[in-house]
C-alpha cells in the first residue's frame, strides 16, 4: 500500500508571495492533518480535515488554510509569506485513533 | 488541552545496548492514545509505536517497547540492542481518541546518538 505522498518536496518563495501545498492520505484514510515545524517552535498543528470538512484547527494566523477533496486528498495554502513561515510542512492521514502516518514533509524557504 | 515533555535534549549509548527515552504527558482526556515517532535528518517522520491509554499490557514492536504507567502518565520509550541507524531524533506524541483523533500534540524530542 503506498504511504502518505506529499508535493513538492523542496520550494522556495519569497515575501508576499503565496504558496499551495499537496498532500495525498493512504487510501482509505479519511482525516488529514498538517503540522509546522521549525527549530524554534518544534511541531505544531495547522488544521485537520475529516471528509472534506475542517474538523480542528491550531492557533495559525488566517494566513494559512486547507481544504480537502472528497477523494480525500489535502491542499494547505499560505498567502502573503513571511521570512518566518520558512519550515518543514508535515501532512499525516490517520484511518482511526490508533494510526497517524506522516508523509515526507515539504520543505518551504522564504527569501 | 494536552502537554507532553521530553526532558532528554539528548542521549547517548552504545551500540548494541537498551536505551530509554523519557515522556510524560498532561490531558485531561480520558481516552487517548500515545504515539513515539524517528525523524532522521531527511525529515520524514517514522511511525514507531502507539499505546492507547485503556490498553492493559504495553505496547511492543520489534525492538521497540513503550513502558506506560499511567498513574505517573509517563509512556517512555525503550529501544534494545541500538543499532547505528538508531541515530535521530525521537518525538513522542499524543492525541484524543474521540473525534479530535487528527490532532497530535508533540513533545519537543531527544537526539539519539548511537556511538559504535
Known amino acids: 500500500k503506498a504511504g502518505v505522498t506529499q508535493t513538492p518536496r523542496y520550494l522556495i518563495k519569497t515575501r508576499g508571495q503565496q504558496v499551495t501545498l499537496s498532500c495525498s492520505p493512504i487510501s482509505g484514510h479519511r482525516s488529514v492533518s498538517w503540522y509546522q515545524q521549525t527549530p524554534g517552535q518544534g511541531l505544531q498543528f495547522l488544521f485537520e480535515y475529516f471528509s472534506e470538512t475542517q474538523r480542528n484547527k491550531g492557533n495559525f494566523p488566517g494566513r494559512f488554510s486547507g481544504r480537502q477533496f472528497s477523494n480525500s486528498r489535502s491542499e494547505m495554502n499560505v498567502s502573503t509569506l513571511e521570512l518566518g513561515d520558512s519550515a518543514l510542512y508535515l501532512c499525516?492521514?490517520?484511518?482511526?485513533?490508533?494510526?497517524?502516518?506522516f508523509g515526507p514533509g515539504t520543505r518551504l524557504t522564504v527569501l | 488541552a494536552q502537554k507532553i515533555t521530553q526532558t532528554q535534549p539528548g542521549m547517548f549509548v552504545q551500540e548494541k545496548e537498551a536505551v530509554t527515552l523519557d515522556c510524560t504527558y498532561d490531558t485531561s482526556d480520558q481516552s487517548y492514545g500515545l504515539f513515539w515517532y524517528k525523524q532522521p535528518s531527511s525529515g520524514e517522520m517514522i511511525f514507531l509505536i502507539y499505546?492507547?491509554?485503556?490498553?492493559?499490557q504495553n505496547a511492543t514492536e520489534g525492538r521497540y517497547s513503550l513502558n506506560f504507567q499511567k498513574a505517573r502518565k509517563s509512556a517512555n520509550l525503550v529501544i534494545s540492542a541500538s543499532q547505528l541507524g538508531d541515530s535521530a531524533m525521537y518525538f513522542c506524541a499524543m492525541a484524543p481518541r474521540r473525534t479530535s483523533y487528527g490532532k497530535l500534540t508533540f513533545g519537543q524530542g531527544t537526539i539519539l546518538t548511537v556511538h559504535p
Open positions: 499505546q492507547g491509554s485503556y490498553d492493559e
Open positions: 499525516a492521514s490517520s484511518l482511526d485513533p490508533d494510526t497517524q502516518y
